[in-house]
């Protein structure tokens, strides 16, 4: 056990240096510059107060752990000033994403206009592909009732208003089913953005960004060209793409504070960091002349260098960390190790869950929820929001929310409840073109499932691939292939990544 601390002790105190080069390695590289965007003023502040507390590192580490308080509280303080700016940045990214909806859907409400009012509807045969669909579903798992979402989402939305809660609140109990209290609070805020952000929330941090949302409701959808709609759809597309791209920069932030929580928490002292380690030292102070002088001639250099330090190190690292996951596979009696080892032990994973830790998992499991919220009270706050949002917009506006917002959650009903709904939606539609955009949403939901059932191919061994394709005919006589152009294909989920190679956000590869 004593080869096994020693270990340790070496790995952490690596793992301090490597939390200060990834540090020197964010701030070095300048990734404000990648942003094609004005960045919002707050969000540069952020980076100005990372600075601030990368200066003080030097004094922090000049007093003894205990005594670090007052500097560790800046740290948490800001570092709960970034997690509610990603919370910002992700609401304001479900409004261009309800823009982009909208738009799409009169899009297509355009399209379908000019077929001819003599081809007949057949509501038999998309609720026949609909069900074909949902019997492919597996409804016992999660997966299962939310592919049904995608299929509830595109048909017209026939539900009182306390059908409605109650399916929201059935879903809700689905999808945060044995979840910690702290994820389902944050899931269920998250889907009431999901139903509806105002428009005036985002006119402070991007000005631009909200002129352009606000001609989107007043766009009148009569009078628009199909090179109109596109235009917007791009607008729609340029905003969800910034917004990502800051939400990036928000993640290194959040993981800067992290590196400084590390050192604050557990680096001795300077030389604890800095003995025989020279180049370490020097990239150091040259960090704090660059926030000093803005040199960035000097912050090429220095990404340059670190980065190549940093991969070097972790190929010498490797074997260290393989070494102490077998000494650690040995240890049966946890129960009887000395204290010292044991103490080892949580430090060396205090530091590992700082040094992995994520912006997007602070965001859904925040620290500090005043109280658990069951999920009846999550229900009722969720289906409050909507009513309160719904008393405010015309009735069609309301039907459209409320009818995409169920690709959200996952789908509570029986396979047979489930064609049951989609027949009653379907019979209740009097207006042709929304009866034919559904027609068309389904069947292209339908059909990338029948292509993924042939697209193994025929075992005929005869050398050929066979592919077949035969989307369904719903006989209005129309095509139903819309495309818009969002990457995440109608359901508008981001996965906000910001180009570092293990995609972690950590430079140790």
């Given amino acids: 056990m004593e080869k096994l601390e020693q270990k340790l002790v070496k790995l952490i105190e690596y793992k301090q240096k490597d939390a200060l080069l990834n540090l020197i390695y964010d701030l070095t590289e300048l990734p404000e510059k990648e942003v094609e965007y004005k960045i919002p003023k707050r969000v540069l502040d952020l980076k100005d107060k990372i600075y601030s507390c990368y200066k003080k590192l030097e004094f922090a580490l000049a007093q003894d752990i205990a005594d670090r308080s007052e500097y560790n509280s800046q740290l ?33 409400l355009k399209d379908v206009s000019n077929i001819s009012d003599d081809v007949p509807l057949s509501n038999k045969s998309v609720v026949s592909a609909a069900a074909h669909f949902a019997s492919h579903q597996d409804c016992s798992t999660i997966e299962g009732k939310f592919a049904i979402s995608n299929i509830m989402a595109n048909l017209p939305i026939r539900m009182t208003k306390d059908k409605f809660s109650d399916y929201v609140t059935k879903g809700l109990g689905i999808l945060i089913d044995n979840l910690p209290p702290t994820f389902a609070k944050a899931c269920s805020d998250r889907l009431k953005d999901m139903f509806y952000v105002p428009v005036d929330s985002i006119k402070e941090d991007f000005p631009m960004m909200y002129e352009k949302i606000s001609a989107v409701y007043a766009l009148d959808t009569e009078a628009a060209t199909k090179e109109d709609f596109e235009s917007y759809i791009a607008d729609v ?85 393989e070494e102490i996951n077998n000494l650690m596979d040995e240890v049966t009696d946890w129960e009887n190790l000395s204290d010292e080892l044991k103490t080892t032990i949580s430090v060396n994973n205090a530091v590992s869950n700082r040094f992995y830790r994520e912006l997007e998992e602070e965001i859904m499991t925040p620290q500090d929820l005043e109280k658990e919220y069951t999920t009846e009270e999550l229900a009722n706050d969720v289906n409050t929001y909507i009513a309160d949002v719904c ?96 990457d995440c294909g109608c359901g508008h989920e981001h996965h906000h990544e910001h180009g570092h190679d293990c995609g972690c956000g950590h430079h140790h590869h």
């Fill in 391 to 486: 008393a405010e917009l015309p009735k069609t506006k309301e039907k459209f929310l409320k009818q995409k917002f169920l690709k959200n959650i996952p789908c509570p009903m029986t396979q047979e409840e489930f064609v049951d709904y989609a027949t009653y939606s379907l019979d209740g539609v009097n207006d042709k073109l929304v009866s034919l955009v559904a027609y068309g949403n389904i069947f292209e939901i339908v059909d990338a499932l029948e292509k993924q059932e042939h697209e193994h191919g025929d075992s005929c061994d005869c050398g050929h691939e066979h592919h077949h394709e035969h989307g369904h005919d719903c006989s209005c006589g129309h095509e139903h292939h819309h495309e818009h152009g969002h």
């Fill in 237 to 321: 597309d340029d905003n969800v793409e910034a917004l990502q791209s800051i939400y990036s920069l928000l993640s290194i932030y959040y993981n800067d504070v992290n590196y400084l929580l590390i050192l604050s928490n557990f680096a001795i002292d300077e030389d604890y960091l800095f003995q025989d380690e020279m180049l370490i030292k020097d990239f150091y102070y040259s960090v704090v002349d660059y926030i000093e002088n803005k040199d960035d001639e000097l912050a090429d250099t220095v990404f340059l260098q670190v980065s190549n330090e940093i991969e070097s190190r972790f190929e010498d690292s490797k074997p260290l960390e």
């Fill in 76 to 108: 948490v303080d800001l570092s709960k000033e970034i997690v509610n700016m990603g919370v910002i940045i992700n609401r304001y990214t479900c409004l261009n994403d309800q823009m982009g909806e909208y738009l799409v859907n009169e899009f297509k």
